[in-house]
């Protein structure tokens, strides 16, 4: 069965609009724990938008508790500033479980590319191994068609496949051919040794469809789609949503 890692960015987007502690990113990760969520991802920006180190710390140690994984999401190359120690510290801080290398830059919106491992393999190859010298299983964003063999030279254990065409070509009701795209990278990725994720923009109406034309992915982060939906269904009853279409898609 897929796994299902619940990005609580958005959570404490909602928290920091307002100041203060509510709602709060804590209680939001046990009740999704509690409802059966495989683990929890946050993404941490440099000018601490959302997710900050505190819930960092905060969340690795609950996960730790929990005996879940934590997935912490990050640009390796971004400089530290005050309030973020930069993404290698902090991992050696807070020792995810797992640690998502992500190229995203401070004016983006949200991430919305993978890596270009022909260019960026050799400068990639440090902070893998840093990261998994700190225990961290390592996986790298990566678009459909990206030269995944390169990920695995580098020492990287999985890729994430950013989903976001998919998701957009879905919505147009012309998703086999990103779909496609996404499936032979996945088959490239497992044959270089790599496991697959996969994540940006799943929701309930496309997550099926997507692990139907992907088959084998290991887990999927969702939570820009899976906050939104819960904002009308409640947290525990959406993520119980989709560990039933996880579930059907085994």
């Not at 929701?203 to 899976?226: T, Y």
């Amino acid at each position: 069965m897929t796994r299902l890692s619940v990005n609580l960015n958005k959570v404490a987007l909602l928290r920091n609009a307002r100041g203060g502690g509510d709602p709060d990113v804590l209680e939001a990760a046990r009740t999704c724990l509690d409802a059966g969520a495989h683990g929890i991802t946050v993404h941490p920006r440099p000018d601490a938008r959302h997710a900050r180190r505190d819930d960092v710390l905060a969340l690795a140690a609950l996960c730790r508790q929990r005996g879940v994984e934590f997935n912490l999401e990050g640009n390796p190359f971004a400089p530290p500033r005050p309030g973020y120690p930069g993404f290698l510290a902090l991992c050696a801080e807070a020792r995810p479980q797992q640690a998502t290398l992500v190229p995203d830059g401070d004016g983006q919106l949200t991430s919305d590319h993978g890596f270009d491992f022909e260019r960026d393999g050799d400068r990639l190859r440090a902070p893998v191994a840093e990261l998994r010298a700190l225990g961290c299983r390592v996986s790298l964003f990566a678009d459909a068609g990206a030269a995944v063999g390169q990920a695995a030279a580098i020492g990287a254990d999985r890729i994430e496949l950013y989903t976001g065409p998919f998701a957009e070509a879905h919505a147009r009701s012309d998703a086999g051919p990103v779909a496609s795209d996404c499936a032979g990278t996945a088959r490239r990725a497992r044959d270089a040794g790599l496991g697959v994720n996969a994540g940006h923009d799943l929701n309930q109406a496309n997550l099926g469809a997507f692990l139907a034309a992907v088959p084998g992915v290991l887990e999927v982060s969702i939570g820009h789609a899976l906050i939104g939906e819960a904002l009308y269904a409640g947290l525990a009853p959406t993520v119980e949503r989709y560990l039933r279409l996880l579930d059907a898609a085994r």
